[in-house]
């Protein structure tokens, strides 16, 4: 997960540096979320700690081990995130986390049935429901990641120059064949 991560990172920084050494300008004017697309970071985050929730238990794990568990690793997965600058999805993102954590840390703690353990003859279950899920889940939240990437802010000389290099390569391909 953090290599795609890292790499999506490095794509983007990347893509960054041509514009600029072309001349373009990056845009840094950062979008604003939706109401919609708050409530779908929200539920998807919820979603995918419950996931690991599952998954966690599903290992054998009491379930206040296994929230405690969760918690770690979406702190981990928010981290890994948060290492994206300027983006409108990682401030929400940190938003609900810090939130969470906060609720779900008291919840853990006073919880009569955190010292539950699953039933093996569940555990599989709960398992592949988890994957599932988590799968589901971080796909959404990756896919917002993309919606609102910065983009480069190209001018008509850029823009003509592409034009032009599109059309010498169509003509070069048509000699070719």
């Not at 779908?40 to 966690?56: D, V």
């Not at 954590?101 to 049935?113: A, G, L, P």
């Not at 990756?142 to 032009?164: N, R, S």
């Amino acid at each position: 997960m953090t290599e795609v991560l890292n790499t999506n990172q490095l794509n983007l920084e990347l893509h960054q540096k041509k514009f600029i050494f072309m001349g373009g300008k990056i845009k840094n004017v950062q979008k604003k979320l939706s109401p919609n697309e708050i409530a779908q970071i929200k539920k998807s985050y919820r979603r995918m700690y419950f996931a690991f929730t599952s998954i966690n238990w599903a290992n054998g794990m009491t379930l206040g081990m296994a929230w405690q568990k969760a918690l770690e690793q979406m702190n981990s997965f928010v981290a890994t995130k948060s290492k994206i600058k300027n983006h409108p999805v990682n401030d929400e993102l940190m938003k609900i986390h810090a939130e969470f954590r906060r609720e779900q840390s008291k919840h853990i703690m006073t919880n009569e049935y955190a010292n539950e353990k699953l039933s093996d003859k569940y555990k599989k279950s709960f398992f592949d429901y988890g994957n599932k899920q988590l799968k589901k889940y971080k796909s959404v939240i990756d896919g917002m990641y993309k919606q609102y990437m910065p983009q480069p802010e190209i001018t008509k000389q850029q823009k003509t120059q592409q034009i032009l290099q599109q059309l010498l390569l169509q003509q070069l391909k048509e000699r070719a064949a």
